[in-house]
């Protein structure tokens, strides 16, 4: 359908647990996600949709614009931001120096360069959220991943694998440990349970609303990183 003078496709999915139709918009405001009951029309669908055209075409907007990595570029980091500067002079691999992120090399790697380096401090620092929570848990440390998914933060697998979305890098460090305690939660409560929200409790330090409100208000910037 055409939203906001562009073509947004639309993608419909039968899901058994679901007892009413839900919609979405994808994060980098790729399409419109909607899930429906099994027994529905697709038909009542794409008018769900169709009906809800304003809410889309208002949530397009929001959607910041696309961070293209290139000098001068003003790159999120931990919740702060800093300046891309490259030259040749500097080293290959990124250095964080005073609000800049100093990058060398041949100018056309630049943006491969700084999405790696991005992921690897991603998973550095997950990795010590990861020990950190475990600890207090009284877990032994599980295999640790990163995910680039589009509508999850961080899972928990039932191998006891935890995978947290590297975009977090990008977020306030609170926001991102506060995934990953969520995941370590999960290793003792498989669920949503009573038991589990109070043990995710005893595990972050830090306030889990404030958390979960910037990741309903903010997250969706974190894709403008394509």
Same mark, same amino acid.
């Given at each position: 359908?055409?939203? *906001?003078?562009?073509?947004?496709?639309?993608?419909?999915?039968?899901?058994?647990?679901?007892?009413?139709?839900?919609?979405?918009?994808?994060?980098?405001?790729?399409?419109?996600?909607?899930?429906?009951?099994?027994?529905?029309?697709?038909?009542?669908?794409?008018?769900?949709?169709?009906?809800?055209?304003? $809410?889309?075409?208002?949530?397009?907007?929001?959607?910041?614009?696309?961070?293209?990595?290139?000098?001068?570029?003003?790159?999120?980091?931990?919740?702060?931001?800093?300046?891309?500067? $490259?030259?040749?002079?500097?080293?290959?691999?990124?250095?964080?120096?005073?609000?800049?992120?100093?990058?060398?090399?041949?100018?056309?790697?630049?943006?491969?360069?700084?999405?790696?380096?991005?992921? *690897?401090?991603?998973?550095?620092?997950?990795?010590?959220?990861?020990?950190?929570?475990?600890?207090?848990?009284?877990?032994?440390?599980?295999?640790?991943?990163?995910?680039?998914?589009?509508?999850?933060?961080?899972?928990?697998?039932?191998?006891?694998?935890?995978?947290?979305? $590297?975009?977090?890098?990008?977020?306030?460090?609170?926001?991102?440990?506060?995934?990953?305690?969520?995941?370590?939660?999960?290793?003792?409560?498989?669920?949503?349970?009573?038991?589990?929200?109070?043990?995710?409790?005893?595990?972050?330090?830090?306030?889990?609303?404030?958390?979960?409100? $910037?990741?309903?208000?903010?997250?969706?910037?974190?894709?403008?990183?394509?």
């Amino acid at each position: 359908m055409t939203v *906001a003078g562009r073509d947004l496709p639309v993608e419909v999915r039968r899901l058994r647990q679901a007892r009413r139709m839900t919609l979405r918009l994808a994060p980098d405001g790729s399409a419109a996600r909607i899930s429906i009951p099994p027994d529905a029309r697709l038909g009542d669908a794409l008018a769900f949709v169709r009906d809800r055209h304003d $809410w889309l075409a208002a949530q397009l907007v929001r959607i910041p614009a696309a961070i293209m990595l290139a000098p001068g570029t003003v790159l999120p980091f931990r919740g702060d931001s800093l300046t891309i500067a $490259w030259d040749t002079a500097h080293p290959r691999k990124p250095v964080v120096d005073d609000g800049a992120l100093l990058v060398g090399g041949p100018a056309e790697q630049l943006p491969g360069r700084v999405r790696r380096w991005l992921a *690897a401090e991603a998973l550095r620092l997950c990795t010590e959220d990861l020990a950190r929570y475990c600890a207090r848990a009284g877990q032994p440390v599980p295999p640790l991943g990163l995910s680039s998914a589009r509508r999850r933060w961080g899972s928990c697998a039932a191998d006891g694998t935890i995978r947290i979305n $590297w975009r977090l890098i990008m977020a306030p460090d609170f926001v991102r440990r506060s995934v990953v305690a969520h995941e370590v939660a999960h290793l003792v409560h498989f669920d949503h349970s009573p038991a589990f929200h109070a043990l995710l409790g005893q595990l972050f330090e830090g306030s889990l609303a404030s958390a979960n409100r $910037w990741l309903k208000n903010e997250g969706r910037g974190l894709y403008s990183l394509a």
